[in-house]
């Protein structure tokens, strides 16, 4: 039996080893992002009572609206402008939108009980563990799904906005339905997406870096938007 050619075993062991660390990164500078908005969220309702919070948040509603559009605006930027940006920048720029998240994210805990979105989110928690962990291990090419996934996306914003309209219940119970499956679709091929790239890519490079952190932003809003989803489906209200 032949042995191994030692440089060549080098080489792949040194290649595993950036791109664990790559992946190690992305997940890292994911739950990060993660702890400071749930941080950030659930502050007011430990801090304020439950008419304080409420009275908050109608005094400054046109401050909420701002921040969801700066909340876009960010995600934008990062999207069209990380490779002209310092990736520290990029990472701080990150981290804004995860504390600018929690705090557009508070009122959940006027509309649901504390204990429904605490069980949602573990729920949600293992659910995205479990599909990010297929995306890892399946032989199957998810990049050929990536097309309808924006496709079913694009319409289920759409769906979104004309129910803002009719205000049906049935199309909302549908519409976050449906925006699970999406979400857990996209985590799968967005996992799979990162530990593609993490093969050819240096972890401790500047692009490694600033690679590290749009996937880490990519992961971070298929959590978010899957445990909405998932909250409006099981969340019970107060």
């Known amino acids: ?17 950036l791109a664990r660390t790559f992946i190690l990164k992305v997940y890292m500078w994911m739950s990060l992002g993660l702890f400071i908005t749930a941080a950030v969220s659930i502050a007011p309702y430990l801090i304020l009572s439950e008419t304080q919070f409420i009275n908050l ?14 909340e876009f605006l960010i995600v934008l930027g990062l999207s ?76 289920l914003i759409v769906a979104m906005v004309v ?4 205000n049906s219940s049935m199309m909302s119970w549908i519409i976050s339905f449906v925006g699970v499956v999406l979400f857990v679709g996209l985590t799968a091929y967005d996992t799979q997406k990162i530990k593609n790239m993490a093969g050819g890519i240096d972890a401790a490079s500047e692009d490694g870096k600033k690679a590290s952190i749009m996937g880490a932003l990519t992961l971070y809003l298929d959590f978010i938007n899957l445990f909405l989803f998932l909250l409006r489906l099981l969340g019970r209200r107060n």
Request: aromatic share 18%; net charge negative.
């Open 163 to 166: 129910n803002l309209f009719l």
């Open 1 to 17: 039996i032949m042995e191994p050619i030692p440089v060549m075993q080098d080489s792949y062991n040194g290649a595993q080893d």
């Open 80 to 155: 069209f402008l990380i490779n002209k940006m310092p990736a520290i920048l990029g990472l701080l720029a990150f981290l804004f939108y995860s504390f600018l998240n929690g705090v557009t994210l508070s009122p959940i805990f006027i509309f649901y009980t504390g204990a429904s979105i605490f069980s949602t989110f573990l729920i949600c928690s293992m659910m995205f563990g479990g599909t990010s962990i297929l995306g890892f291990i399946t032989k199957m090419d998810l990049t050929k799904f990536g097309g309808y996934l924006t496709m079913a996306l694009i319409g």
């Open 57 to 70: 948040i109608y005094e400054y509603i046109y401050v909420f609206y701002g921040l969801m559009i700066v």
